[in-house]
């Protein structure tokens, strides 16, 4: 079993509004606009192009498990997703969690159980505030 962590940070934004019902987003912009109902957190430590190599290879590969979890305002939220040899990892801004199987250089995880729609309200209403979000990635493969 290959298991690797990805950890990073990120900040909550007054424009979050979490409702899209088949995606989840983290990006690097500082700011976002309504419109962006995917994002759940902005000013990210690291975007798609540079989480490190050793979990690229691994939740690049078919048959990979992913978990993100969320942290803001002592809540957390746990996604449970796929890997994909499909996978590019080549977005320098943006990380998209989706439900569906679509790969392109921003999606990091694929077929997950849940999408920014999805997420306790709770947690939500933290990702509102301009306060900490802390954010992992763990990527298995037997």
Known sequence: MVRVIERLTARGHANIS????TTLE???DHEITPRGDCIVAVSSSKG???LSSM????AGSDGAIIRMIIECGGIMEEIVGFGSGNLTFTDPKDIVVRKSSYCCGRTVMIKANKAAADLDRRIVEQLKRPQ???VTF???RG
């Open 18 to 21: 979490a409702k899209h019902k």
């Open 132 to 134: 900490p979000v802390k």
């Open 138 to 140: 763990i990527a298995e």
């Open 48 to 50: 798609a192009a540079s």
């Open 26 to 28: 983290v990006t690097v």
């Open 55 to 58: 979990f690229k290879k691994v």
